[in-house]
């Protein structure tokens, strides 16, 4: 996939944008104050690379379990004559956000989002009984350590503070009333291309019978990204078209259990590294720790692989590239 060439303004603005995207009346005027830019620039800039295909898309990203959803990583041994048979497969299910082959025994590996562990065993004997393929991962998450997945392109972005450690089964499950329901609908698509965004939402709303203006979509919208409901909001990007053609799925052993809150933090303290997760160990798979290691080329992401090996003294990684993206898409939470 070629990389797209970006102007100074695109490199600034979509740098800024994926780490948080202003939840403002004139988002685009309140970055241009900080450019030095107009408004109708940052804008024409945001919509270039959306039609170029650099932006997915620009909305919330919710925590699965705060909305009360269980979320996991799942992989399955599918040999490679039957890799895009296995793939369409799972990439069937709504319930299925990303679908990746990687370079590994376990070739396909996706992250499955339901309403209860009782729905993701049943969606997992389904693949397996579609498939005829049992060997089977169920990763979920037992401590969170990061989720940060925004690329700085300007080599200016100061260092962001040291992420807090979480543990998704113990999230508190916010309620949502039946308005903020529909208004999480929409900011978990992609945002209006207009200047005034959120006013369109609200008017989108009006339309489906809810009674809002644009200070509740605001309201809502800062005050979820100020509670954790939402973890980001912010945008979405095609990380190769911006020459970020390698990422790693680095797979790691703690050996001593009492080290790995410390080793989760320093791992998490790398820019390179976009996720890091405690997950249990299986029979099969004898690995706790996961980060996502991001570069220019696979020697970049192996040299940052050794720069965490050395950090935290723990034996080198298993680094799974990968090699096809079958799917990634946001979850449709309350659709």
């Known amino acids: ?36 830019a107009t408004e109708a620039e940052v804008l024409a800039s945001v919509r270039s690379m959306r039609e170029q295909g650099v932006i997915r898309r620009i909305g919330a990203i919710f925590d699965s379990a705060r909305l009360g959803y269980r979320s996991t990583l799942c992989a399955i041994a599918a040999p490679p004559e039957r890799i895009d048979e296995v793939a369409g497969v799972i990439s069937a299910y709504p319930n299925v956000t990303h679908n990746y082959e990687r370079q590994d025994r376990y070739s396909v590996w996706f992250t499955l989002i339901a309403e209860s562990q009782e729905r993701i065993d049943a969606i997992l004997a389904e693949i397996a009984a579609a498939t005829g393929i049992d060997d089977i991962l169920d990763l979920p998450a037992i401590r969170l350590f990061k989720i940060r997945v925004d690329f700085d392109l300007t080599g200016q972005r100061e260092v962001a503070d040291a992420p807090k450690m979480t543990k998704p089964a113990d999230a508190e499950v916010a309620s949502l009333a039946a308005d903020e329901k529909a208004l999480a609908e929409l900011l978990q698509g992609d945002l209006p291309d207009v200047g005034a965004p959120f006013a369109a939402l609200a008017e989108t709303l009006r339309a489906d019978g809810v009674d809002v203006g644009e200070g ?60 890091c997760y405690q997950r249990p160990r299986r029979a099969t798979w004898p690995h706790d720790l996961y980060t996502m290691i991001h570069g220019r080329s696979h020697e970049e992401c192996e040299a940052v692989a050794e720069r965490i090996r050395e950090a935290t003294g723990l034996p080198p990684a298993r680094l799974l590239y990968s090699v096809r993206e079958f799917k990634k898409a946001s979850m449709r939470y309350f659709a």
Request: glycine fraction near 10%; charged fraction near 25%; aromatic fraction near 10%.
């Open 216 to 275: 509740w979509v605001l309201g809502r919208a800062r005050a979820w990204v100020d509670t954790g409901v939402i973890r980001r909001f912010g945008a979405a990007i095609k990380h190769h078209k911006t020459g970020f053609t390698s990422n790693a799925m680095g797979v790691w052993d703690c050996p001593d259990e009492a080290e790995l809150e410390r080793v989760g933090a320093i791992m998490a303290g790398f820019a390179e590294v976009s996720h």
């Open 1 to 36: 996939m070629c990389s797209v060439i970006l102007s100074d303004l695109d490199k600034r603005a979509l740098s800024r944008i994926q780490a948080g995207f202003p939840i403002e009346s004139r988002p685009y005027a309140a970055l241009a104050s900080d450019f030095g």
